[in-house]
T-cell receptor
Framework: DTAVSQTPKYLVTQMGNDKSIKCEQN?????MYWYKQDSKKFLKIMFS???????INETVPNRFSPKSPDKAHLNLHINSLELGDSAVYFC??????????????FGPGTRLTVL | GENVEQHPSTLSVQEGDSAVIKCTYS??????FPWYKQELGKGPQLIID?????GEKKDQRIAVTLNKTAKHFSLHITETQPEDSAVYFC??????????FGSGTRLLVRP
């Protein structure tokens, strides 16, 4: 299927642990994003990469570290997880850099629960 | 930076009625306004968008209008159906590299 995929879909972990979420897109897009959606459904951008280069870093704690091994993959590693990190994390991609000019395709989300 | 406000937060309509969701934006440089639909357990999906050189755009039962002077834009869904029930997000984008999303509207279409 042509899509943006994320793994895992659900992630339950203890405070203080380190975890990773993986994202892959097979749309041939240049740009990928990570969004956080909280319990009130607010959707906020965290990072974006264009051709493996970090473009946007939205005042996210440095416990969050994105990594883009190639332009089809953007992973998110989170160190020392906190209760407030519980949310749904969405990966997205767009054909080109400026999202204001390109449709963003979202993955199915990863629901992270920190206990 | 851009700030996008959206209302109402929840909207309940009878099947067949129309639904209207409104958004305002703050940055006059914004020139792109997409609307996304998020169904339960899924990621948001683009349903329609409008650019600042256009005042209105239609696609079957959905339409979007833009008033640049007042800095607001609206989503109109006519002849609503139960499958229209979802959370709808407006967003604003300028020449920078990000979209700013509104807070979402949960639409419930009652059969």
């Amino acid at each position: 299927d042509t899509a943006v995929s994320q793994t895992p879909k659900y992630l339950v972990t203890q405070m203080g642990n380190d975890k990773s979420i993986k994202c892959e897109q097979n749309l041939g897009h240049d740009t990928m994003y990570w969004y956080k959606q909280d319990s009130k459904k607010f959707l906020k951008i965290m990072f974006s990469y264009n051709n493996k280069e970090l473009i946007i870093n939205e005042t996210v704690p440095n416990r969050f570290s994105p990594k883009s091994p190639d332009k089809a993959h953007l992973n998110l590693h989170i160190n020392s997880l906190e209760l407030g990190d519980s949310a749904v994390y969405f990966c997205a991609s767009s054909l080109r850099l400026a999202p204001s000019r390109n449709e963003q395709f979202f993955g199915p989300g990863t629901r992270l629960t920190v206990l | 930076g851009e700030n996008v406000e959206q209302h109402p937060s929840t909207l309940s309509v009878q099947e067949g009625d129309s639904a209207v969701i409104k958004c305002t934006y703050s940055d006059s440089a914004s020139n792109y306004f997409p609307w996304y639909k998020q169904e339960l357990g899924k990621g948001p999906q683009l349903i329609i968008d409008i650019r600042s050189n256009v005042g209105e755009k239609k696609d079957q039962r959905i339409a979007v209008t833009l008033n640049k002077t007042a800095k607001h834009f609206s989503l109109h869904i006519t002849e609503t159906q139960p499958e229209d029930s979802a959370v709808y997000f407006c967003a604003g984008g300028d020449s920078s590299y990000k979209l700013i999303f509104g807070s979402g509207t949960r639409l419930l279409v009652r059969p």
